[in-house]
């Protein structure tokens, strides 16, 4: 069983710069992948960006390349995500998750997640 709790959430002004934590405790937490997610009012679950169990892999959906930075803190079993040059359409709830098993196919699939945080709230907005 793994836990995973979010922080960093808030209300930014666009351009402005955000850093999410995701705290993971429980069983073998470095053995698991972990992904970012958003989810805006009315729309569904949005891969964001996701990093490998040994951090040594990272991803980023199109929408936010050179935007965003994830890594993640072995010692800490904490998982960031390094946000700037924020957007209003970046406003959501961003969730991080975990997945034992990857593959180049599921990285942005909800269903390869495991396990999900509670999710925080990021509004961009002047």
């Known amino acids: 069983q793994l836990q995973l709790v979010e922080s960093g959430g808030g209300l930014v002004q666009p351009g402005g710069s955000l850093r999410l934590s995701c705290a993971v405790s429980g069983f073998t937490p470095d053995y698991y992948h972990i992904g970012w997610f958003r989810q805006a009012p009315g729309k569904e679950h949005e891969g964001v960006s996701c990093i490998s169990s040994s951090g040594g892999r990272t991803n980023y959906a199109e929408s936010v390349k050179g935007r965003f930075t994830i890594s993640r803190d072995s010692t800490k079993n904490t998982v960031y995500l390094q946000m700037s040059g924020l957007k209003p359409e970046d406003t959501g709830v961003y969730f991080c998750?975990?997945?034992?098993?990857?593959?180049?196919?599921?990285?942005?699939?909800?269903?390869?997640?495991?396990?999900w945080g509670q999710g925080t709230q990021v509004t961009v907005s002047s």
């Open positions: 998750a975990a997945a034992l098993i990857w593959s180049d196919a599921s990285i942005w699939s909800t269903k390869a997640y495991d396990y």
